[in-house]
T-cell receptor, first 112, second 114 residues
Framework: GEQVEQRPPHLSVREGDSAVITCTYTDPNSYYFFWYKQEPGASLQLLMKVFSSTEINEGQGFTVLLNKKDKRLSLNLTAAHPGDSAAYFCAVNRNNNNAPRFGAGTKLSVKP | EAAVTQSPRNKVAVTGGKVTLSCNQTNNHNNMYWYRQDTGHGLRLIHYSYGAGSTEKGDIPDGYKASRPSQENFSLILELATPSQTSVYFC?????????????FGSGTRLTVL
Protein backbone atom coordinates (compact mmCIF):
# COMPACT_ATOMS: atom_id res chain seq x y z
CA GLY A 1 0.00 0.00 0.00
CA GLU A 2 0.84 3.66 -0.07
CA GLN A 3 3.78 4.79 2.06
CA VAL A 4 4.00 8.48 2.86
CA GLU A 5 7.17 9.76 4.44
CA GLN A 6 7.23 13.27 5.88
CA ARG A 7 10.29 15.27 6.96
CA PRO A 8 11.30 16.83 9.25
CA PRO A 9 9.33 15.67 12.31
CA HIS A 10 10.17 18.90 14.14
CA LEU A 11 11.07 22.32 12.78
CA SER A 12 11.90 25.43 14.78
CA VAL A 13 12.37 28.78 13.04
CA ARG A 14 12.42 32.47 13.91
CA GLU A 15 9.67 34.85 12.90
CA GLY A 16 10.27 35.98 9.32
CA ASP A 17 12.31 32.90 8.41
CA SER A 18 11.34 30.44 5.73
CA ALA A 19 10.34 26.84 6.41
CA VAL A 20 10.01 23.80 4.17
CA ILE A 21 8.23 20.53 4.89
CA THR A 22 8.54 17.68 2.43
CA CYS A 23 6.59 14.48 1.79
CA THR A 24 7.49 11.64 -0.50
CA TYR A 25 5.11 8.89 -1.50
CA THR A 26 5.40 5.53 -3.20
CA ASP A 27 2.16 4.82 -5.05
CA PRO A 28 2.43 5.98 -8.70
CA ASN A 29 -1.38 6.02 -8.85
CA SER A 30 -1.56 8.79 -6.26
CA TYR A 31 -3.41 11.68 -7.75
CA TYR A 32 -4.66 14.05 -5.06
CA PHE A 33 -2.49 15.77 -2.49
CA PHE A 34 -3.40 17.73 0.61
CA TRP A 35 -1.90 19.64 3.49
CA TYR A 36 -3.73 19.77 6.80
CA LYS A 37 -2.95 21.98 9.78
CA GLN A 38 -3.50 20.96 13.39
CA GLU A 39 -3.20 23.70 15.99
CA PRO A 40 -2.34 22.66 19.55
CA GLY A 41 -5.19 20.79 21.19
CA ALA A 42 -7.37 21.06 18.11
CA SER A 43 -8.42 18.90 15.20
CA LEU A 44 -7.11 18.92 11.64
CA GLN A 45 -8.28 21.40 9.06
CA LEU A 46 -7.49 21.59 5.38
CA LEU A 47 -4.77 24.10 4.58
CA MET A 48 -4.26 23.57 0.86
CA LYS A 49 -4.68 20.98 -1.85
CA VAL A 50 -3.00 20.43 -5.18
CA PHE A 51 -3.87 18.03 -7.93
CA SER A 52 -1.77 18.71 -11.01
CA SER A 53 1.83 17.72 -11.48
CA THR A 54 4.33 20.51 -10.81
CA GLU A 55 1.43 22.72 -9.82
CA ILE A 56 2.14 25.62 -7.59
CA ASN A 57 -0.64 26.55 -5.23
CA GLU A 58 -0.31 29.61 -3.06
CA GLY A 59 -2.38 30.86 -0.21
CA GLN A 60 -2.25 31.96 3.43
CA GLY A 61 1.50 32.60 3.10
CA PHE A 62 2.18 29.03 1.98
CA THR A 63 3.24 27.59 -1.36
CA VAL A 64 2.65 23.97 -2.27
CA LEU A 65 4.83 22.33 -4.89
CA LEU A 66 4.06 18.94 -6.38
CA ASN A 67 6.48 16.93 -8.48
CA LYS A 68 4.84 13.70 -9.59
CA LYS A 69 7.95 12.53 -11.42
CA ASP A 70 9.89 12.49 -8.16
CA LYS A 71 6.78 11.63 -6.08
CA ARG A 72 7.48 14.60 -3.87
CA LEU A 73 5.24 17.19 -2.28
CA SER A 74 6.44 20.20 -0.35
CA LEU A 75 4.92 22.93 1.76
CA ASN A 76 6.91 26.15 1.73
CA LEU A 77 6.45 29.02 4.11
CA THR A 78 8.37 32.12 3.03
CA ALA A 79 7.94 34.34 6.10
CA ALA A 80 6.86 32.48 9.20
CA HIS A 81 4.98 34.15 12.03
CA PRO A 82 4.07 32.76 15.47
CA GLY A 83 0.51 32.05 14.36
CA ASP A 84 1.88 29.43 11.98
CA SER A 85 3.04 27.32 14.93
CA ALA A 86 1.16 24.04 14.54
CA ALA A 87 1.50 20.49 13.29
CA TYR A 88 1.27 20.01 9.55
CA PHE A 89 0.31 16.79 7.82
CA CYS A 90 0.46 15.85 4.19
CA ALA A 91 -2.14 13.45 2.81
CA VAL A 92 -2.19 11.50 -0.43
CA ASN A 93 -5.04 9.80 -2.26
CA ARG A 94 -5.63 7.88 -5.45
CA ASN A 95 -8.03 8.87 -8.23
CA ASN A 96 -10.75 6.56 -7.07
CA ASN A 97 -12.90 6.46 -3.98
CA ASN A 98 -10.05 5.36 -1.77
CA ALA A 99 -9.03 6.61 1.68
CA PRO A 100 -6.34 9.26 2.10
CA ARG A 101 -3.06 8.24 3.73
CA PHE A 102 -1.24 10.70 5.93
CA GLY A 103 2.37 11.48 6.67
CA ALA A 104 3.66 11.35 10.23
CA GLY A 105 3.42 15.11 10.65
CA THR A 106 5.77 18.03 11.24
CA LYS A 107 5.56 20.11 14.38
CA LEU A 108 6.47 23.66 13.39
CA SER A 109 7.45 26.15 16.08
CA VAL A 110 7.87 29.82 15.16
CA LYS A 111 9.62 31.91 17.77
CA PRO A 112 9.22 35.73 17.91
CA GLU B 1 -18.94 24.23 7.54
CA ALA B 2 -18.96 20.47 7.95
CA ALA B 3 -19.84 19.30 11.43
CA VAL B 4 -18.38 16.09 12.79
CA THR B 5 -19.01 15.27 16.43
CA GLN B 6 -17.18 12.60 18.37
CA SER B 7 -18.09 11.15 21.73
CA PRO B 8 -16.79 10.73 24.31
CA ARG B 9 -13.99 13.33 24.31
CA ASN B 10 -12.04 11.34 26.86
CA LYS B 11 -12.31 7.71 27.89
CA VAL B 12 -10.46 5.55 30.38
CA ALA B 13 -10.95 1.82 29.92
CA VAL B 14 -9.56 -1.30 31.52
CA THR B 15 -7.67 -3.97 29.65
CA GLY B 16 -10.06 -6.55 28.25
CA GLY B 17 -13.03 -4.23 28.39
CA LYS B 18 -15.22 -3.20 25.48
CA VAL B 19 -15.01 0.35 24.19
CA THR B 20 -17.23 2.07 21.65
CA LEU B 21 -16.25 5.37 20.10
CA SER B 22 -19.02 7.23 18.32
CA CYS B 23 -19.00 9.69 15.46
CA ASN B 24 -21.86 11.70 13.99
CA GLN B 25 -21.80 13.96 10.94
CA THR B 26 -24.58 16.26 9.79
CA ASN B 27 -23.46 17.03 6.25
CA ASN B 28 -24.76 14.02 4.40
CA HIS B 29 -21.26 12.92 3.42
CA ASN B 30 -21.02 9.42 2.02
CA ASN B 31 -17.52 8.66 3.26
CA MET B 32 -16.42 8.37 6.87
CA TYR B 33 -13.08 7.41 8.36
CA TRP B 34 -11.44 6.42 11.62
CA TYR B 35 -7.80 7.28 12.21
CA ARG B 36 -5.62 7.05 15.27
CA GLN B 37 -2.92 9.57 16.01
CA ASP B 38 0.27 8.60 17.79
CA THR B 39 3.50 10.53 18.16
CA GLY B 40 5.91 9.55 15.43
CA HIS B 41 3.23 7.82 13.35
CA GLY B 42 0.90 10.62 12.43
CA LEU B 43 -2.59 9.51 11.45
CA ARG B 44 -3.05 5.85 10.64
CA LEU B 45 -6.18 4.56 8.95
CA ILE B 46 -8.16 1.98 10.92
CA HIS B 47 -11.49 1.59 9.10
CA TYR B 48 -13.55 3.57 6.66
CA SER B 49 -16.97 3.48 5.05
CA TYR B 50 -18.53 4.49 1.75
CA GLY B 51 -22.05 4.69 3.10
CA ALA B 52 -24.61 3.14 5.40
CA GLY B 53 -24.03 -0.56 5.84
CA SER B 54 -20.51 -0.56 4.41
CA THR B 55 -17.20 -0.83 6.23
CA GLU B 56 -13.72 -1.30 4.82
CA LYS B 57 -10.48 -2.24 6.53
CA GLY B 58 -7.75 0.34 6.61
CA ASP B 59 -4.07 -0.18 7.27
CA ILE B 60 -4.28 -1.17 10.95
CA PRO B 61 -7.69 -2.87 11.49
CA ASP B 62 -6.57 -5.60 13.91
CA GLY B 63 -8.33 -5.30 17.25
CA TYR B 64 -10.97 -2.90 15.88
CA LYS B 65 -14.40 -3.28 14.38
CA ALA B 66 -16.47 -0.60 12.70
CA SER B 67 -20.17 -0.08 12.25
CA ARG B 68 -22.01 2.31 9.91
CA PRO B 69 -25.71 1.91 10.71
CA SER B 70 -26.74 5.14 8.99
CA GLN B 71 -25.39 7.91 6.78
CA GLU B 72 -24.77 10.05 9.86
CA ASN B 73 -23.18 7.60 12.30
CA PHE B 74 -19.95 5.64 12.26
CA SER B 75 -18.70 3.77 15.33
CA LEU B 76 -15.38 2.23 16.21
CA ILE B 77 -15.52 -0.76 18.53
CA LEU B 78 -12.73 -2.25 20.58
CA GLU B 79 -14.08 -5.60 21.76
CA LEU B 80 -11.10 -6.39 24.01
CA ALA B 81 -9.18 -3.22 24.69
CA THR B 82 -5.42 -3.41 25.20
CA PRO B 83 -2.93 -0.79 26.46
CA SER B 84 -1.45 -0.58 22.94
CA GLN B 85 -4.74 0.96 21.83
CA THR B 86 -4.14 3.98 24.04
CA SER B 87 -4.23 6.82 21.54
CA VAL B 88 -6.14 9.79 20.19
CA TYR B 89 -8.82 8.72 17.72
CA PHE B 90 -10.13 10.98 14.99
CA CYS B 91 -13.23 10.51 12.93
CA UNK B 92 -13.56 12.30 9.60
CA UNK B 93 -16.13 12.61 6.86
CA UNK B 94 -15.90 13.53 3.22
CA UNK B 95 -18.15 13.84 0.21
CA UNK B 96 -17.38 11.06 -2.24
CA UNK B 97 -15.36 12.71 -4.98
CA UNK B 98 -13.16 10.05 -6.48
CA UNK B 99 -10.32 10.87 -4.11
CA UNK B 100 -10.41 14.66 -4.34
CA UNK B 101 -12.52 15.14 -1.26
CA UNK B 102 -11.58 17.37 1.64
CA UNK B 103 -11.83 15.59 4.96
CA UNK B 104 -13.65 17.20 7.88
CA PHE B 105 -12.43 16.01 11.23
CA GLY B 106 -14.04 15.70 14.61
CA SER B 107 -12.34 16.99 17.75
CA GLY B 108 -10.90 13.61 18.65
CA THR B 109 -11.33 11.08 21.46
CA ARG B 110 -8.47 10.52 23.85
CA LEU B 111 -8.57 6.87 24.92
CA THR B 112 -6.48 5.50 27.75
CA VAL B 113 -6.46 1.75 28.34
CA LEU B 114 -5.09 0.77 31.74
Amino acid sequence: GEQVEQRPPHLSVREGDSAVITCTYTDPNSYYFFWYKQEPGASLQLLMKVFSSTEINEGQGFTVLLNKKDKRLSLNLTAAHPGDSAAYFCAVNRNNNNAPRFGAGTKLSVKP
Amino acid sequence: EAAVTQSPRNKVAVTGGKVTLSCNQTNNHNNMYWYRQDTGHGLRLIHYSYGAGSTEKGDIPDGYKASRPSQENFSLILELATPSQTSVYFCASGAAGGGAETLYFGSGTRLTVL
